[in-house]
């Protein structure tokens, strides 16, 4: 599913007093799609953990290589576990929530020097949407934990995706 994002940044927004000139040049299109994970691989040899996020409605893939304490968290997200105490991820979500705010969405938004870039997109009690700059593991631990959606700028997913041939799919 392809999304158009359309906002004036950070939540704000200009009234109907503005002229339309200002109206347009506030206005950035984001073609995004949405993810799922579809799974986890370990591999022990090259000590990675790789989590595989797939389109939605598609066939393209997007490896994440991320560290074993998120792979840990995410795991246990996906099995259900209880957990006496709150992991970090846990603790970040009950945070946002104890603040009035929720979580929107997970943005992965960037690619440099083989580094993926998120952001989490937030809700916060006044409705103004806010942007935190974060790891796309950290983000989707976060996300899963928040049953949010989990979108990947196009251009990003050109770039660094997948198709099933290449996944081993």
């Known amino acids: 599913?392809?999304?158009?994002?359309?906002?004036?940044?950070?939540?704000?927004?200009?009234?109907?007093?503005?002229?339309?000139?200002?109206?347009?040049?506030?206005?950035?299109?984001?073609?995004?799609v949405e993810l799922i994970l579809s799974k986890i691989k370990i591999d022990e040899r090259r000590n990675e953990q790789v989590i595989v996020l797939k389109e939605k409605n598609g066939h393209r893939m997007l490896p994440v290589v991320i560290g074993i304490s998120e792979v840990q968290a995410i795991k246990l997200k996906?099995?259900?576990?209880?957990?006496?105490?709150?992991?970090?991820?846990?603790?970040?979500?009950?945070?946002?929530?104890?603040?009035?705010?929720?979580?929107?969405?997970?943005?992965?938004?960037?690619?440099?020097?083989?580094t993926f870039y998120a952001k989490l997109v937030l809700r916060d009690a006044q409705g103004a949407v806010v942007e935190i700059d974060a790891r796309p593991s950290d983000s989707v631990a976060v996300a899963l934990g928040a049953q949010a959606p989990i979108f990947i700028e196009e251009k990003v997913l050109e770039e660094a995706g997948l198709g099933e041939e290449e996944s081993g799919q």
């Open 1 to 32: 599913m392809k999304v158009h994002d359309r906002s004036c940044g950070r939540g704000r927004s200009y009234g109907h007093e503005r002229p339309l000139s200002l109206l347009r040049a506030c206005v950035i299109i984001r073609l995004m």
């Open 78 to 114: 996906l099995s259900g576990a209880e957990l006496p105490r709150p992991l970090t991820h846990d603790l970040l979500l009950s945070a946002i929530r104890k603040l009035g705010a929720e979580v929107q969405k997970i943005v992965i938004d960037n690619l440099e020097n083989n």
